[in-house]
């Protein structure tokens, strides 16, 4: 039985009509298109082949979603050291008053070398006051307070890094007064506070700490806690 058309190949032979295997094997594929669809005279024909239906979902998906793709990111050009410095300065001052920013400006890549300068009423500590630092509820070390400013913040220069990442470069100074023997503390523009007892000080306005205060920054958990040896 033939199958192509399931008639007998002896019976077209005896018919006189070649079998569809034979006019496959004489003209070819297209041959035999032609042959049975117009004669054997036919033109050629043209095959074309087209994708199935799962290939042309599978196609339109992938056009969608490429469609859908977010455009990239615009490239960021680096700016100059004088633009960099003033944008790192518009941010330590974010209170956008002229003498934090100045106070604070172009730190050097060394500890102690933050520029910081320390208002006209600070001179160096006469005793021996210190702060405890304490970190979950273990005291750590206990840190001097001999400087006429002690700096904290997250950049090298500070007299004491923090590596919290909340922290400003430049966050706060401490400072004693030469007067009263005070000791103060100076929120330096911070963008995210200094605490003395959970209590958020106000910028660039001293807060005195007194014996068994705690000082805090931003959202670090590790805890000043100031006294006198």
């Not at 049975?36 to 005279?41: D, F, L």
């Not at 503390?185 to 003395?196: A, E, I, P």
Request: hydrophobic share 30%; proline share 7%; charged share 20%.
């Amino acid at each position: 039985m033939d199958r192509w058309n399931n008639i007998d190949d002896d019976t077209q032979l005896r018919h006189g009509r070649a079998a569809p295997q034979r006019k496959v094997a004489l003209h070819g594929l297209g041959g035999f298109v032609r042959s049975s669809v117009e004669g054997a005279n036919a033109p050629a024909a043209k095959i074309e082949v087209v994708a199935s239906k799962k290939e042309q979902i599978k196609e339109k998906k992938r056009t969608q979603d490429v469609l859908a793709m977010p455009p990239p990111p615009p490239l960021k050009l680096s700016q100059p050291p004088s633009e960099q410095r003033r944008s790192s300065n518009l941010h330590e001052g974010s209170s956008g008053r002229p003498d934090l920013a100045a106070s604070t400006s172009q730190p050097g890549s060394e500890p102690g070398q933050h520029n910081y300068k320390a208002p006209s009423w600070a001179s160096t500590p006469t005793h021996g006051a210190h702060l405890k630092i304490v970190k979950d509820g273990t005291i750590l070390h206990s840190l001097p307070l001999d400087k006429v400013a002690t700096v904290f913040g997250r950049h090298i220069s500070a007299d004491v890094v923090c590596d919290h990442p909340s922290l400003s470069r430049l966050h706060a100074a401490v400072c004693f007064q030469g007067m009263t023997g005070k000791c103060m503390v100076l929120d330096l523009g911070s963008t995210h506070g200094t605490y003395v007892n959970g209590e958020r000080v106000e910028q660039a306005v001293p807060h005195e700490l007194r014996l068994g205060d705690t000082l805090t920054f931003a959202a670090s958990s590790r805890k000043y806690v100031y006294g006198i040896s």
